[in-house]
């Protein structure tokens, strides 16, 4: 069953829409995004993937360095345990306006980094237990997990060919 969503995860990563404006300069790209987290100290049942998406205008700024921009949505879910009786999960949704620079080197090799800025839009901590607390209950306001928009930001760093 795990394997299976590996595989859709692996198939959907590769995936990449790219429209180039009529200067082959800029273009629009819609990216799918997938992520899963793995408790190391529990082996109780996770979520295996996080869906999310972004959608990047790209500007050429000469032949060799671009400018990228837009927006990233990311859903997130991800459990822990504390020993073998209480569970926690903390779902969440979370909103980033990238912004990307892109280098090209020789032989189509480059590099990419850039800022993720962005809120934490909406979220909450859930628990549960093996003794007295059969269904998930809402633990947010006894944490220090907000509820309420957080700013938060992501440093990004990558390479490739094309």
Same mark, same amino acid.
């Given at each position: 069953?795990?394997? #299976? %969503?590996?595989?859709?995860?692996?198939?959907?990563? *590769?995936?990449?829409?790219?429209?180039?404006?009529?200067?082959?300069?800029?273009?629009?790209?819609?990216?799918?995004?997938?992520?899963? %987290?793995?408790?190391? %100290? =529990?082996?109780? =049942?996770? @979520?295996? !993937?996080?869906?999310?998406?972004?959608? !990047? &205008?790209? +500007?050429?700024?000469?032949?060799?360095?671009?400018?990228? =921009?837009? @927006?990233?949505? +990311?859903?997130?879910?991800?459990?822990?345990? @504390?020993? #073998?009786?209480? /569970? /926690?999960? #903390?779902?969440?949704?979370? *909103?980033?306006?990238? @912004?990307?620079? #892109?280098?090209?080197? $020789?032989? $189509?090799? /480059?590099?990419? /980094?850039? !800022? &993720?800025?962005?809120? *934490?839009?909406?979220?909450?901590?859930? &628990?549960?237990?093996?003794?007295?607390?059969?269904?998930?209950?809402?633990?947010?306001?006894?944490?220090? &997990?907000?509820?309420?928009?957080? +700013? =938060?930001?992501?440093?990004? +760093?990558?390479?490739?060919?094309?």
């Amino acid at each position: 069953m795990k394997s #299976r %969503y590996i595989i859709i995860a692996v198939i959907l990563l *590769l995936v990449t829409i790219s429209c180039f404006a009529q200067d082959k300069t800029s273009a629009l790209i819609i990216n799918p995004q997938f992520s899963f %987290y793995k408790d190391k %100290y =529990s082996h109780n =049942s996770f @979520v295996p !993937l996080n869906p999310g998406a972004e959608i !990047l &205008y790209e +500007f050429g700024l000469n032949s060799k360095i671009s400018l990228s =921009s837009g @927006v990233s949505y +990311f859903y997130s879910i991800w459990k822990y345990s @504390v020993g #073998r009786k209480s /569970f /926690f999960k #903390r779902p969440a949704h979370e *909103l980033y306006l990238p @912004v990307i620079m #892109r280098i090209e080197f $020789k032989q $189509k090799f /480059f590099t990419e /980094f850039g !800022l &993720y800025p962005g809120w *934490l839009v909406k979220g909450k901590e859930l &628990y549960i237990n093996n003794i007295d607390i059969g269904d998930w209950k809402d633990n947010t306001e006894n944490t220090n &997990y907000s509820s309420s928009p957080k +700013f =938060s930001a992501d440093l990004y +760093f990558g390479t490739g060919f094309n």
